[in-house]
């Protein structure tokens, strides 16, 4: 929630457990939800991020984005929802350029 609002957007959080997001942000009247992730499990390179809820995954018609915090390098990735298309586990690697979701690290423009 701090680094989303030092970024400049607007940050609420659902009352409860009533919301399948965490928060709700906006910038110019545009509310976006998001559901927030992180991970320390790494194997070989990659860290391995768990993005379902109740077994299942996400949905569009649930949540706008992912925000995965990669703890060990403090890097987050800002992933849209139709960005991994249904899958349980991100594979994420911060040090490669050429992986699947570099493009999204620290990507807050996509919120804006």
Same mark, same amino acid.
């Given at each position: 929630m701090t680094r989303a609002a030092k970024q400049g957007l607007m940050v609420s959080k659902p009352w409860g457990e009533s919301a399948p997001y965490d928060l709700m942000l906006e910038c110019r009247g545009r509310g976006l939800r998001v559901q927030? &992730?992180?991970?320390?499990c790494k194997r070989n390179n =990659? @860290? +391995?991020?768990?993005v379902m809820s109740r077994r299942v995954s996400y949905s569009k018609s649930e $949540? !706008? +984005? *992912?925000?995965a915090y990669v703890v060990p390098v403090? $890097?987050? /990735? *800002?992933?849209? *929802?139709n960005a991994f298309g249904g899958q349980g586990d991100l594979a994420l690697a911060? !040090?490669?350029?050429?992986? &699947? @979701? /570099?493009? /999204? #690290?620290?990507?807050? #423009? =996509? =919120?804006m």
């Open positions: 927030v &992730k992180s991970t320390s =990659l @860290y +391995f991020c768990h $949540v !706008d +984005f *992912i925000a403090e $890097v987050w /990735y *800002i992933i849209p *929802i911060p !040090d490669c350029e050429t992986s &699947k @979701y /570099y493009r /999204y #690290q620290e990507a807050w #423009q =996509l =919120l």
